[in-house]
T-cell receptor, first 111, second 115 residues
Framework: NAGVTQTPKFRVLKTGQSMTLLCAQD?????MYWYRQDPGMGLRLIHY???????AKGEVPDGYNVSRLKKQNFLLGLESAAPSQTSVYFC??????????FGPGTRLTVL | AQSVAQPEDQVNVAEGNPLTVKCTYS??????LFWYVQYPNRGLQFLLK??????LVKGSYGFEAEFNKSQTSFHLKKPSALVSDSALYFC?????????????FGAGTQVVVTP
């Protein structure tokens, strides 16, 4: 039981490049979330999904897109990376009213 | 809109002394409240939650938290701190009526426990 895994762990991009972050969970959770963590700002919700094929915008969705084609996977895409997207990205999953389980994070630097 | 305030950026405590990390919240209706801990270069780990029932909630690693509805607070406590408790602590809230389970996190409190 691996819980929540994220790939890659680290990535450096140049401005304008694109990339996809992958989140996978093996707990059969319906709900999945993408957050970004910046110093002094806690975690802010980017996008979330309440089931396969359904996604919604969170607090800071601009510049990001997501897809949930399979229940266990939740992808976060950056179409044209900007330095403001330099951050640590966390994926989480949960059942409805239970605590969220977090992945180990992806550290992204955009130059 | 929901919000969480963690008024202290950092809490310093000597090993063996009591540890308190403060959290106040604002939410429409009844709250679901959570505490998470983050060690360096790691993801967040769940410590405890309040959903309903007893106002004193016990969690992992000897931590507990008390829900106070009148003061809209959910302070995290540990009777005797360990050096290994040094980490970043986050309080989070969601409305009980939010069927999407979206959490609002506080900015975090760095706990430093000195030997």
């Amino acid at each position: 039981n691996a819980g929540v895994t994220q790939t890659p762990k680290f990535r450096v991009l140049k401005t304008g490049q694109s990339m996809t972050l992958l989140c996978a969970q093996d707990m059969n959770h319906e709900y999945m979330y993408w957050y970004r963590q910046d110093p002094g700002m806690g975690l802010r919700l980017i996008h979330y999904s309440v089931g396969e094929g359904t996604t919604a915008k969170g607090e800071v969705p601009d510049g990001y897109n997501v897809s949930r084609l399979k229940k266990q996977n939740f992808l976060l895409g950056l179409e044209s990376a900007a330095p403001s997207q330099t951050s640590v990205y966390f994926c989480a999953s949960s059942r409805v009213s239970d605590e969220q389980f977090f992945g180990p994070g992806t550290r992204l630097t955009v130059l | 809109a929901q919000s969480v305030a963690q008024p202290e950026d950092q809490v310093n405590v000597a090993e063996g002394n009591p540890l308190t990390v403060k959290c106040t919240y604002s939410v429409s209706g009844n709250p679901y409240l959570f505490w998470y801990v983050q060690y360096p270069n790691r993801g967040l780990q769940f410590l405890l939650k309040y959903i309903t029932g007893d106002n004193l909630v016990k969690g992992s690693y000897g931590f507990e938290a008390e829900f106070n509805k009148s003061q809209t607070s959910f302070h995290l406590k540990k009777p005797s701190a360990l050096v290994s408790d040094s980490a970043l602590y986050f309080c989070a809230v969601r409305a009980a009526t939010d069927s999407w389970g979206k959490l609002q996190f506080g900015a975090g409190t760095q706990v430093v426990v000195t030997p």
